[in-house]
């Protein structure tokens, strides 16, 4: 999560002094890594995924299920093997953000062979079994969002109490021994956040409404400490989340891709970002906060609020007086800008940037689209500083300009490469929730890669006006989302520098009209296309109708070899895509069952309403959390259902450094056997 550099953070006070210092030497040490590298061609695609693991505890006798305070512990050991050689590792670890997770990456990146893809699944599996490893009895790893009783009385183990008084978050809900011990970064984000923005954050959740939830749904906090900033900023019939811990304590799926240049890098960025609330919505995971049903499936705009640390003048409330900007946005929300010059008319937001830092980078022969993003950026004050690191090379360090752009936390980030490193021009796609299983997890993974691989060869064009994508992100949020809502998406993505193939894919000519013909679609529309879906009749596509993104990954995989099983493989990933876009299952195979793919969510709300000890009242009981959580830890998935996956021969290797497993091998038919999802 972010920089983890050593030394003595400072407290808030001290950290403000150094403000401007900071924000103009981060630009400087910019301006000094764009002038050497922007030259660089020719890097090689590689790419990447983090995932996020969530710690817990069973209680079999209790029938408790609480997080397990170990992180730091379990990270140490997964560690040591780096620590000692960095040649030849299947896993690397990071800390995150609480006690209770760790981050998992592959030990090198994938590259361009397209046995890579088959390798993805099998990485993350041995991920979680190095950590399954180090775990005693009653101790499990999950892929989960949010636990959902963060915040509920004893919530941890061992067992921890919030201080709402002296603690570094304040909250009347989440501990501090919840926030990880290994590295003081964390806790000093969340004292100095709250410090800054002059009071404890806030965020508000609407509280999903049942036959017998509480009309209005008030909550007294009196009995928590709560001093009446907890009643103030709380909401009649929402869910109040008071700790950085709420939002940053949830686990997500991250991926990250080299470009061979700077120019792609910037073109990829905006090409993917109208893609981000799209697939927020495919992978919602997160219906409950806090032992509640919510009446949205994501977490974005809790850990948006999570790390808002705008003051009141900043966020409009007051007049300015002490503040220099009102500012729109949380620092991990939506981007506000595209990065290409030729993006520039789709941005329609005002953007907010310090002028000064602004002409620093044009002085510097830096673009003004370019320029402005980063001038947008480094608005934000720094929140963690150390006081080893105040002074320091600019044409030999980075880490003032690493400490803003770090904590400036977006559905896309451009990152630039490292100083002295071998790393190309990179972007990270950050909106995914993470899912239950590691093939769920692998298959949304292998869509993203392969979508930039589609854009980058079809030179296609999915800009619309920014403004668009933040109203689609919040439209991503939306209870059932993936199947009840429409997102604006753009029609017409033929550039005109689009292969042929590309044209007969997506229909129409190039550049046959200005600007970006945008419409309202389903995500069903948008993944899979508007004709030539499983329950309507193929025909031909007629000219103007959307192609689908799945259907364009089909066309680029049609322009390239790729060995049976790896093929077989992606064909599995993308039919579950597909489906879950759709929201149809099909009959599972030796049964006439047929389901309908499930959201994470959608599973998770199903199971909470049907368990027999819910009293339709919104509340996720202790009960009731220990026998989901102990499901999710049986990897059984939604018990009797399933959907069909084919057993093709998977990767022996984990990591892309052996050669001899990215060699085709002959493979016998596909024949399909079922396997256990969140399908009912």
Request: charge should be negative; hydrophobic fraction near 35%; include cysteine.
């Amino acid at each position: 999560m972010g920089l983890l550099t050593l030394g003595s953070p400072l407290s808030w006070s001290e950290t403000k002094k150094y403000a401007e210092h900071i924000r103009k030497h981060g630009i400087l040490q910019f301006i000094h890594l764009y002038n050497k590298l922007k030259d660089r061609k020719n890097d090689y695609l590689k790419w990447g995924d983090e995932v996020e693991y969530t710690l817990v505890h069973l209680d079999d006798e209790k029938k408790e299920a609480r997080l397990l305070l170990r992180g730091h512990e379990i990270l140490t050991e997964l560690r040591r093997k780096e620590d000692e050689s960095a040649e030849n590792l299947v896993t690397l670890w990071r800390p995150e953000f609480a006690a209770y997770m760790v981050e998992g990456t592959p030990g090198r990146p994938y590259g361009g062979l397209i046995s890579h893809f088959n390798m993805v699944e099998a990485n993350m599996r041995a991920r979680k079994e190095e950590v399954k490893a180090l775990l005693g009895p009653n101790e499990h790893i999950l892929c989960i969002t949010a636990f959902p009783r963060i915040g509920c009385p004893l919530f941890t183990h061992p067992e921890a109490l919030p201080d709402p008084h002296n603690s570094a978050s304040r909250s009347l809900f989440y501990p501090d021994e919840a926030i990880y011990q290994g590295h003081p970064r964390f806790k000093t984000l969340a004292r100095n956040i709250r410090e800054r923005r002059g009071e404890k954050v806030a965020m508000n959740l609407p509280i999903f409404r049942d036959s017998k939830t509480p009309k209005p749904f008030v909550e007294d906090f009196s009995s928590l400490g709560d001093d009446g900033e907890a009643a103030r900023a709380s909401l009649p019939d929402h869910v109040y989340l008071d700790a950085m811990g709420f939002g940053m304590g949830c686990c997500c799926l991250q991926m990250t891709f080299q470009a061979q240049d700077i120019t792609e890098a910037r073109y990829l960025y905006d090409q993917l970002t109208p893609l981000t609330p799209i697939v927020l919505a495919m992978s919602a995971a997160t219906p409950v906060f806090r032992g509640y049903l919510t009446d949205v499936d994501c977490r974005w705009s809790v850990i948006s609020g999570s790390v808002d640390d705008r003051t009141r003048e900043e966020r409009g409330l007051e007049p300015l007086k002490n503040d220099r900007f009102v500012i729109n946005k949380s620092r991990y929300d939506t981007i506000d800008s595209y990065l290409s010059e030729c993006s520039a008319p789709f941005n329609d937001i005002p953007l907010v940037y310090d002028e000064e830092l602004l002409q620093m980078l044009l002085d510097a022969g830096i673009d003004e689209t370019l320029g402005r993003h980063m001038a947008h950026l480094f608005i934000r004050d720094p929140v963690v500083l150390y006081g080893e690191k105040v002074d320091i090379d600019d044409e030999e360090d980075s880490d003032h300009f690493e400490n803003i752009q770090s904590t400036n936390w977006q559905n896309m980030r451009f990152k630039p490469p490292p100083p002295n490193s071998s790393i190309g021009w990179r972007i990270e796609f950050r909106p995914t929730e993470i899912q239950l299983t590691e093939f769920e997890n692998a298959a949304f993974v292998v869509f993203v890669v392969l979508l930039t691989r589609v854009i980058a060869t079809f030179k296609l064009n999915f800009l619309m006006p920014i403004s668009q994508v933040d109203a689609n992100l919040r439209t991503a949020q939306n209870r059932d989302a993936v199947l009840r809502e429409r997102f604006h998406f753009r029609q017409d993505l033929i550039s005109c520098d689009s292969p042929l193939q590309a044209q007969e894919c997506c229909g129409g000519r190039p550049c046959e009209q200005e600007g970006a013909k945008v419409a309202l679609m389903s995500i069903d529309e948008i993944v899979n296309g508007k004709v030539s879906l499983p329950s309507r009749p193929a025909r031909p596509r007629q000219a103007g109708e959307f192609a689908g993104l799945i259907p364009l990954i089909n066309s680029y995989l049609g322009t390239i070899e790729a060995d049976v099983d790896t093929h077989c493989s992606i064909r599995q990933y993308l039919k579950f895509i597909s489906l879950r876009a759709s929201g149809r299952g099909h009959a599972v195979v030796g049964s006439a069952l047929a389901g309908k793919l499930r959201t994470t969510a959608r599973w998770i709300r199903d199971f909470v309403t049907q368990h027999p000890l819910y009293q339709q009242d919104s509340v996720v009981s202790s009960a009731i959390n220990y026998d989901l959580v102990k499901l999710m830890v049986s990897g059984s998935g939604c018990i009797g259902n399933a959907v069909c996956r084919w057993p093709c021969r998977r990767a022996t290797s984990t990591s892309p450094t052996s050669r001899t497993a990215l060699a085709p091998r002959p493979s016998t038919r596909c024949r399909p056997r079922c396997w256990p999802t969140t399908l009912g």
